[in-house]
């Protein structure tokens, strides 16, 4: 199915390392976000875009992480300088439109990130 | 204070029970209210929005009480197929969703 698509699923990592965690969203939808979930926790927000801006990236930790969505449709997750902590499954979704109070997203299967 | 609290559970029940459990919610402001439902290992996925007259969706009822801010999910004749962790999710703004940690259900046969 054209489900959202995430790669890679498992990425194992050294403490410093560089990261780059891909999404293909479900075509046609121009909503992508990026959620991150540590075991036992929800989803915690870190960015939102519409098209290819992102309208907001208040939930990034800090400045090692970046993302970017340059042609409006696949968006990838940069990590630099990796820690421990930033071990979590990261989850994108996509809605066909911009809101959120119809409250369906469509989630990936997520990849999971283990620094080490 | 987070902004979603849900009791973790698990609630362990038997097949055919009735299994009920709620979340709270500390934002006033938050608009629009849903539980999605997550097994393991894999992704959220939306179950059912709640709306403030209470609604059904076959098994399940979500109720909301906007003057306690307190959502509530209530599964009757639980199968097997409903063991998972429910997350509450509110509305933060527009385009920001905030989920809960999530309540786990176990159903034994």
């Known amino acids: 199915g054209a489900g959202v698509s995430q790669t890679p699923s498992n990425k194992v990592t050294e403490k410093g390392k560089y990261v780059e965690l891909r999404c293909d969203p479900i075509?046609?939808?121009?909503?992508l976000y990026w959620y991150r979930q540590s075991l036992g926790q929800g989803p915690e927000f870190l960015i939102y875009?519409?098209?290819?801006?992102?309208?907001?990236d208040s939930g990034l930790p800090n400045d090692r992480f970046f993302a970017v969505r340059p042609e409006g449709s696949v968006s990838t997750l940069k990590i630099q300088r990796t820690e421990r902590g930033d071990s979590a499954v990261y989850l994108c979704a996509s809605s066909p439109r911009a809101g959120v109070n119809t409250g369906e997203l469509f989630f990936g299967e997520g990849s999971r990130l283990t620094v080490l | 204070r987070k902004e979603v609290e849900q009791d973790p559970g698990p609630f362990n029940v038997p097949e055919g029970a009735t299994v009920a459990f709620n979340c709270t919610y500390s934002n006033s402001a938050s608009q629009s209210f849903f539980w999605y439902r997550q097994d393991c290992r894999k992704e959220p996925k939306l179950l059912m929005s709640v709306y403030s007259s209470g609604n059904e969706d076959g098994r399940f009822t979500a109720q909301l009480n906007r003057a306690s801010q307190y959502i509530s999910l209530l599964i009757r004749d639980s199968k097997l197929s409903d063991s998972a962790t429910y997350l509450c999710v509110v509305t933060l703004n527009d385009y920001k969703l905030s989920f809960g940690a999530g309540t786990t259900v176990t159903v034994r046969a």
């Open positions: 075509s046609g939808h121009t909503a």
């Open positions: 875009f519409q098209g290819t801006g992102a309208a907001d």
